[in-house]
T-cell receptor
Framework: LAKTTQPISMDSYEGQEVNITCSHNNIATNDYITWYQQFPSQGPRFIIQGYKTKVKNEVASLFIPADRKSSTLSLPRVSLSDTAVYYCLARNRDDKIIFGKGTRLHILP | DGGITQSPKYLFRKEGQNVTLSCEQNLNHDAMYWYRQDPGQGLRLIYYSQIVNDFQKGDIAEGYSVSREKKESFPLTVTSAQKNPTAFYLC??????????????FGPGTRLTVT
């Protein structure tokens, strides 16, 4: 199970683009990168998943370089409601699903 | 949320009592999970089940027990042996078909307070 490392916390301002980087030096060939968002007193919610290069959906973009040792979650033009904890996971289909402490993102007005 | 029901949302118990947390899903997912979350911390895996009548211990199974008699239900019992049971408990499900690690869906959680 690949271990991931991400910043404990980040601050940004409304309207800015936020990039959260996750390191996964020991990622395995069949591991995918998955990001979740969690608001206080709620369960995490799936944001985006990718294997390599770039993935984009209506909420975020995910950039994964060719060596796949890191990935970057990009949130365009954040608002106060994006204040949450963001978890990065590197796992394959059969892994136990383990969440680290995540990145606590605080959006300021 | 999204087809996963956890009840109740808040639960209060006296020390020494066993308590069972409910988790029901209508997503037809094979895999179900129980996590515990303490303030300011990430989620820690208690138990998980990939199929009916089978389950495996997670990282912090001591003091907990589960059953998986039906696909839709995965109740968690917090026993008196669990030394620090006060926490936020989250149930999750996941489909298991295909080759990708499909996303997990989480319930709204149960906040258990033991005094």
């Amino acid at each position: 199970l690949a271990k991931t490392t991400q910043p404990i916390s980040m601050d940004s301002y409304e309207g800015q683009e936020v990039n959260i980087t996750c390191s996964h030096n020991n990622i395995a060939t069949n591991d995918y990168i998955t990001w979740y968002q969690q608001f206080p007193s709620q369960g995490p919610r799936f944001i985006i998943q990718g294997y390599k290069t770039k993935v984009k959906n209506e909420v975020a973009s995910l950039f994964i370089p060719a060596d796949r040792k890191s990935s970057t979650l990009s949130l365009p033009r954040v608002s106060l409601s994006d204040t949450a904890v963001y978890y990065c996971l590197a796992r394959n289909r059969d892994d136990k699903i383990i969440f680290g402490k995540g990145t606590r993102l605080h959006i300021l007005p | 949320d999204g087809g996963i029901t956890q009840s109740p949302k808040y639960l209060f118990r006296k020390e020494g009592q066993n308590v069972t947390l409910s988790c029901e899903q209508n997503l037809n997912h094979d895999a179900m999970y129980w996590y515990r979350q303490d303030p300011g911390q990430g989620l820690r895996l208690i138990y998980y089940s990939q199929i009916v009548n089978d389950f495996q211990k997670g990282d912090i199974a001591e003091g907990y027990s589960v059953s998986r008699e039906k696909k839709e239900s995965f109740p968690l019992t917090v026993t008196s042996a669990q030394k620090n049971p006060t926490a936020f408990y989250l149930c999750a499900t996941r489909g298991t078909s295909g080759s990708k690690p499909y996303e997990q869906y989480f319930g709204p959680g149960t906040r258990l307070t033991v005094t």
